[in-house]
């Protein structure tokens, strides 16, 4: 799935490539991906300047001369720009551009495409529910979300209505970073806990911002991102057993924790060791 390294990373090829350019037709393969009949999806882009592209969350906010296009890619998929001639075995909806260059959009699972008139991005539903941005966050914006919540981290991380863009391929290499167990509860942060978890955060995801987000997702050009399972991240998708633990305290009983993460089609079913402690918290990687 999608996630904001690789968004911002699709938002930024897509204001390189497609403003200043205007949709000449539309085809539409899957109309259940679309917020609107087909007829009104065209009528509405049809013929429509491409303005600028940004992101909140996971989704692609395509703002053009007659409303806004907004992309949601789901669990995947690909943007591909190519020549018409040159189409891609698969695809759900096409953007044919004036030139010879289409932009294809294929979605593996639950992906949308959806068309929203001007000034009335506000009422659509998905996008006007979601946080900020986890990047556009300030320390004391952040700190200031976490106050008075009473839930565990990992799912105050994961909720795309407190912070946008974190999700399942990321939070566990920030929580790892940071020394916070994922069950640890939001009320036990101090101040210095919020501060790793904030740079975590940062860090984590600009890491693979500055490569081209997953190496699973594809650019408009093709071609893969450069953050490699193996390579790059701390946890996710590892065979090593990661334990975040206290140094402070060898006395203490400690409470070993594994989760088994869901994976795509194609990837290996990881088990992710945690073990915690109280007292200050540190990480290391082990192997099984």
């Not at 790793?196 to 490569?211: F, H, K, M, N, P």
């Not at 893969?224 to 006395?251: I, M, N, Q």
């Amino acid at each position: 799935m999608p996630e904001l390294p690789e968004i911002v990373c699709r938002a930024r090829e897509m204001n390189e490539v497609l403003v200043g350019r205007t949709i000449r037709s539309i085809e539409v393969l899957q109309p259940k991906c679309l917020n609107v009949p087909v007829e009104q999806f065209r009528a509405g882009l049809t013929g429509a300047e491409v303005l600028g592209v940004t992101h909140r969350g996971k989704w692609l906010f395509v703002e053009t001369s007659r409303g806004h296009l907004l992309i949601n890619m789901g669990m995947g998929g690909e943007i591909l720009l190519v020549p018409r001639d040159r189409l891609p075995e698969k695809w759900r909806v096409r953007f044919d551009l004036e030139g010879d260059e289409a932009l294809a959009i294929n979605f593996w699972w639950f992906g949308n495409t959806h068309f929203v008139a001007p000034e009335k991005l506000e009422e659509h539903a998905a996008t006007a529910k979601l946080g900020p941005n986890a990047l556009d966050l300030s320390l004391k914006e952040f700190a200031q979300l976490l106050a008075g919540r009473r839930g565990r981290i990992k799912s105050f991380l994961l909720d795309q209505s407190k912070v946008a863009g974190i999700g399942n391929a990321y939070v566990h290499d920030i929580l790892f970073a940071a020394k916070l167990h994922p069950l640890r509860t939001i009320p036990t942060l101090g101040m210095a806990d919020i501060e790793r978890l904030y740079g975590a955060i940062r860090t984590e995801l600009q890491r693979s911002i500055d490569v081209g987000g997953a190496w699973y997702e594809v650019g408009l050009n093709g071609e893969r991102g450069g953050f490699r399972r193996r390579s790059r991240h701390r946890v996710s998708g590892r065979k090593a057993v990661p334990r975040v633990r206290d140094d402070d305290r060898e006395d203490q009983d400690r409470v070993d924790f594994q989760l088994r993460l869901p994976v795509l089609s194609g990837f290996p079913v990881v088990a992710v060791g945690f073990v915690r402690r109280s007292g200050r918290a540190s990480s290391e990687l082990l192997t099984e």
